[in-house]
């Protein structure tokens, strides 16, 4: 069940790069990475995390109408929620490490 969820996150990572408005679908991968990271899985969730990090912040041109635009704040925000968001892959594969949580398979 892992290394399937792992899998999808990683398509819908990828598919996401090709999609205007690839944020979105970058989204549903994050989620199905902290799915898979809960249920064991570690590599196709890191690696869903980097690619949707770097498609939101590089690839994205809609990340850099914000980023650039003329409120700082809102740019501000939108990196930290940017990279907490991609972070939490991460984060569920710690809290499974620890043994705090898990989704049994």
């Known amino acids: 069940m892992a290394n399937g969820f792992g899998i999808a996150a990683l398509v819908f990572a990828i598919l996401a790069i090709f999609i205007p408005f690839g944020i979105v679908i970058s989204a549903i991968a994050i989620v199905l990475a902290i799915v898979a990271a809960l249920a064991g899985d570690k590599m196709f969730a890191i690696a ?19 980023l650039s635009g003329s409120d700082p704040n809102a740019s501000g925000i939108l990196k930290v929620l940017i990279f907490v968001v ?3 892959p991460i984060g569920a594969i710690l809290l499974r490490a620890s043994g705090k949580a898990s989704i049994s398979t």
């Open 48 to 66: 869903t995390a980097v690619i949707a990090l770097v498609n939101t912040l590089f690839l994205s041109p809609s990340t850099w109408i914000v």
């Open 86 to 88: 991609c972070l939490l």
